[in-house]
C-alpha cells in the first residue's frame, strides 16, 4: 500500500537557522498537502501542491513538489519561536481519497 | 460554525468493553475520516467514507467500525477495546474534491488499561 515518509523524525535548531523537512512517497501522488500541529493541538492545514515540479512560497516558508510527484519539501528561512510544531505531509492518489499521512517531524526552536 | 467536534475529549477504557468516540461537522463535507496518532508514527488512516452510506477501510482498520447515516455524523466505534488502541484519535472532514484541506477536530484521548 502507499506509504509516506518524512525526513528528519526531529529537529533542533537556534531561533534563527534554516529548517527543512523532507517528504517521500512510494507511489506517485495527485497532490499533497502540508500541516502544521502544534503541541497539544490538531493538524491545521497550510498549503497544497499539485503541479508537478511546483513552488508555493508563504512568507518564511517554501514548499516544492517534485518533478516525478513523489516527493516534496517544506523549507523554513529564519525560524522564529513561533514555528515550534510538528510538520506533516499527506498525499493522496489519483482516484483515491485516502489521504496518507507521513511521519512528521517534530521542530523545536531554541531562543 | 462550529467546524468538526469531537466527543469526548478524554476516555478511559478497561480492556474489553466498547465505546463509541462521536464526530460531527456542520460545513457539509461530504468527506470525513478517522486517524490515530501514536508517538512517532504520524497520524494512521482507519478509516473514511465519501457520503452518506459510503465508508471505506484505510490504513489500519482493524478492531474499528464505522457508519455513515447522515452527512453531518461519522461515528467510530471500539467493540473491544485493547491496550494497542490507546492513542489519540483526529476526525477529519472535508468538501469532496482534491483541491480542498482537511479540516480535523479537537481530538479524542483515549487509554485502554
Known amino acids: 500500500g502507499q506509504q509516506v515518509m518524512q525526513i528528519p523524525q526531529y529537529q533542533h535548531v537556534q531561533e534563527g537557522e534554516d529548517f527543512t523537512t523532507y517528504c517521500n512517497s512510494s507511489?506517485?501522488?495527485?497532490?499533497i498537502q502540508w500541516y502544521k500541529q502544534r503541541p497539544g493541538g490538531h493538524p491545521v492545514f497550510l498549503i497544497q501542491?499539485?503541479?508537478?515540479?511546483e513552488v508555493k512560497k508563504q512568507k518564511r516558508l517554501t514548499f516544492q513538489f517534485g518533478e516525478a510527484k513523489k516527493n516534496s519539501s517544506l523549507h523554513i528561512t529564519a525560524t522564529q519561536t513561533t514555528d515550534v510544531g510538528t510538520y506533516f505531509c499527506a498525499g493522496s492518489t489519483s482516484g483515491t481519497y485516502k489521504y496518507i499521512f507521513g511521519t512528521g517531524t517534530r521542530l523545536k526552536v531554541l531562543a | 460554525n462550529a467546524g468538526v467536534t469531537q466527543t469526548p475529549k478524554f476516555q478511559v477504557l478497561k480492556t474489553g468493553q466498547s465505546m463509541t468516540l462521536q464526530c460531527a461537522q456542520d460545513?457539509?463535507?461530504?468527506?470525513m475520516s478517522w486517524y490515530r496518532q501514536d508517538p512517532g508514527m504520524g497520524l494512521r488512516l482507519i478509516h473514511y467514507?465519501?457520503?452518506?452510506?459510503?465508508?471505506d477501510q484505510g490504513e489500519v482498520p482493524n478492531g474499528y467500525n464505522v457508519s455513515r447515516s447522515t452527512t453531518e455524523d461519522f461515528p467510530l466505534r471500539l467493540l473491544s477495546a485493547a491496550p494497542s488502541q490507546t492513542s489519540v484519535y483526529f476526525c477529519?472532514?472535508?468538501?469532496?474534491?482534491?483541491?480542498?484541506?482537511?479540516?480535523f477536530g479537537n481530538g479524542t484521548r483515549l487509554t485502554v488499561t
Open positions: 460545513m457539509n463535507h461530504e468527506y
Open positions: 501542491l499539485v503541479k508537478s515540479g
Open positions: 507511489t506517485t501522488l495527485s497532490n
Open positions: 467514507s465519501v457520503g452518506a452510506g459510503i465508508t
Open positions: 477529519a472532514s472535508k468538501r469532496q474534491g482534491d483541491n480542498s484541506p482537511l479540516h
